[in-house]
């Protein structure tokens, strides 16, 4: 099997900078696997049902991209994955700054390393939290997320 990357999150909701992020990412491994963390220590706008189904909806066209829950510690996941490597995408300093932390702890524990990416420059100003505040508003989404988000968004919002 070829070069295998896990690119974790919550993803509550997928944005375009997550999928720009999985795009790029297979182009360099032969196959990401996209983790979604299911009980995150922060409030979740969606269940891990929901938030599955929505970043699955975003890569159906992408070959060679699984998309997974997991409910452990991110270095367990990998070890059970057999993968060593994983990506994370970092918009600002302030992301690196807490990212590196994780990276050297993840390293530190079970010799995982980790590549640090940026999102491309049209979505780098995109974050879950700005698009479930414009999503709160019932606000214009199209420029942030896939229509199927948008969709699961104005359902649990209420927007027409």
């Known amino acids: ?33 996209v983790a979604i963390a299911k009980k995150p220590r922060k409030y979740l706008l969606f269940d891990i049902e929901e938030r599955v189904e929505m970043f699955q909806k975003m890569v159906e066209d992408i070959p060679n ?24 995408g970092v918009r600002l300093f302030t992301d690196f700054e807490y990212e590196l932390q994780i990276a050297l702890t993840n390293y530190r524990l079970a010799g995982v390393e980790t590549i640090f990416m940026m999102p491309s420059q049209e979505y780098i100003h995109i974050s879950s939290t700005i698009v479930r505040d414009i999503a709160s508003y019932c606000g214009k989404l199209e420029e942030l997320t896939h229509p199927f988000v948008i969709k699961k968004l104005r359902e649990k919002f209420g927007c027409s």
């Open 1 to 33: 099997m070829g070069k295998r990357v896990v690119y974790p999150g919550t993803f509550d909701p997928p944005h375009f900078g997550h999928l720009d992020i999985v795009k790029r990412s297979v182009k360099i491994f032969d196959e990401v696997i």
């Open 65 to 88: 991209v699984k998309v997974k829950s997991f409910d452990c510690l991110l270095v367990d996941f990998l070890k059970r994955e057999g993968v060593n490597v994983i990506v994370r």
